[in-house]
């Protein structure tokens, strides 16, 4: 996965935008985190294909997110674009949709989706997978790609004696067990090659607090969003 920023690169104090393409190169899939102006042009240099966008994230409803939007919606029934087109926000837009359709007198020649956005998991594929938080005043993003399992050591398990089933299975997915003599045996112990999934958090507010602690443990941080 590439993920390309498009934030300003001499961004203001006042307020810097959060917004990023999201690239799965083996999908061919392509994801965004707030549709600002220009986004179009940015993925035209970087040589992406417009009609691989399946999701559209929206953190806010406000200009920054959403002033290419229009653009983005209006140049992909242009070149006749059929599949679905998700968009996930927090505050309803359709009205916004509306009035830009009528506006520039145009329909768009494929279906729109659109999911208001609540915490839990909102949008996955095979690999990857993106959690919103609700912070009272705004959503924190948490992208997150699946745990790798190799392959089971099924002669380590004989030896702990474990009854061949459901357990295997669970033990190959890295769930662990307390042995009722307090012993606790870790699932990725019995795989090879086990390999935790990446962590990258999207947090839009300067101050801690127990919301943004917990998604950023143990992640990377992609980007804050100042609001002042």
């Given at each position: 996965?590439?993920?390309?920023?498009?934030?300003?690169?001499?961004?203001?104090?006042?307020?810097?935008k959060t917004s990023f393409i999201l690239n799965f190169q083996y999908s061919k899939d392509i994801w965004i985190l707030n549709c600002s102006q220009?986004?179009?042009?940015?993925?035209?240099?970087?040589?992406?294909?417009?009609?691989?966008?399946?999701?559209?994230?929206?953190?806010?409803?406000?200009?920054?997110?959403?002033?290419?939007?229009?653009?983005?919606?209006?140049?992909?029934?242009?070149?006749?674009?059929?599949?679905?087109?998700?968009?996930?926000?927090?505050?309803?837009?359709?009205?916004?949709?509306?009035?830009?359709?009528?506006?520039?007198?145009?329909?768009?020649?494929?279906?729109?989706?659109?999911?208001?956005?609540?915490?839990?998991?909102?949008?996955?594929?095979?690999?990857?997978?993106?959690?919103?938080f609700n912070n009272k005043l705004n959503f924190e993003f948490l992208l997150t790609t699946k745990n790798k399992y190799g392959k089971f050591k099924?002669?380590?398990?004989?030896?702990?004696?474990?009854?061949?089933?459901?357990?295997?299975?669970?033990?190959?997915?890295?769930?662990?067990?307390?042995?009722?003599?307090?012993?606790?045996?870790?699932?990725?112990?019995?795989?090879?090659?086990?390999?935790?999934?990446?962590?990258?958090?999207?947090?839009?507010?300067?101050?801690?607090?127990?919301?943004?602690?917990?998604?950023?443990?143990?992640?990377?941080?992609?980007?804050?969003?100042?609001?002042?």
């Open positions: 996965m590439e993920i390309i920023n498009l934030n300003r690169n001499q961004p203001s104090i006042i307020n810097i220009g986004c179009q042009h940015l993925m035209e240099q970087k040589n992406l294909k417009i009609n691989q966008i399946s999701n559209i994230i929206l953190t806010e409803n406000n200009i920054d997110n959403i002033s290419g939007l229009l653009g983005l919606l209006s140049s992909l029934s242009l070149i006749n674009r059929k599949k679905k087109l998700n968009i996930y926000i927090s505050e309803g837009i359709e009205k916004y949709i509306i009035l830009g359709k009528k506006y520039a007198k145009t329909n768009f020649r494929f279906c729109i989706y659109i999911y208001t956005l609540k915490t839990g998991l909102i949008v996955k594929n095979q690999d990857y997978q993106i959690y919103t099924f002669h380590k398990a004989q030896k702990f004696r474990f009854t061949v089933g459901p357990t295997y299975g669970k033990l190959k997915n890295g769930c662990s067990f307390l042995l009722p003599d307090g012993i606790i045996i870790d699932g990725y112990k019995f795989t090879k090659f086990y390999k935790s999934g990446i962590k990258q958090s999207i947090l839009n507010n300067k101050y801690h607090n127990r919301n943004n602690v917990e998604i950023s443990h143990k992640s990377k941080i992609l980007e804050y969003k100042f609001i002042v």
